[in-house]
């Protein structure tokens, strides 16, 4: 079982950044697919940013392009999502996810509030 545990949200201005990690558990870590979803108030739930095993590859939605980083340390086993130039719609409960097979995710964390101020 794969535990994942968020953290960082909190309340920031707009055009400011914030770091959000996720911790995980159990030995497998560096070789699932880690992904970050946020959900906005009576919107779906979207993906937000991947990035597979290795880290060679990630995927942003084009709404964060150029403003946020997915990032991971296997050592730590933990993933990062770094996000710069905030806007009030980035606003949501961001969570952290994870898949043994690529752009697939089995395990989900319980998720962390980010809200941007105008």
């Known amino acids: 079982q794969v535990q994942l545990v968020e953290s960082g949200g909190g309340l920031v201005q707009a055009g400011g950044s914030l770091r959000l990690s996720c911790a995980t558990s159990?030995?497998?870590?560096?070789?699932?697919?880690m992904g970050w979803f946020r959900q906005a108030p009576g919107k779906e739930r979207e993906l937000v940013a991947r990035?597979?095993?290795?880290?060679?590859?990630?995927y942003y939605v084009d709404s964060v392009k150029g403003r946020f980083t997915i990032s991971r340390d296997n050592a730590k086993n933990t993933v990062y999502l770094q996000m710069n130039s905030l806007k009030p719609e980035d606003t949501a409960v961001y969570y952290c996810?994870?898949?043994?097979?690529?752009?697939?995710?089995?395990?989900w964390g319980q998720g962390t509030q980010v809200t941007v101020s105008s």
């Open positions: 996810a994870a898949g043994p097979k690529a752009w697939t995710f089995n395990y």
């Open positions: 990035i597979s095993w290795s880290g060679g590859s990630t």
């Open positions: 159990g030995r497998t870590f560096s070789s699932y697919d």
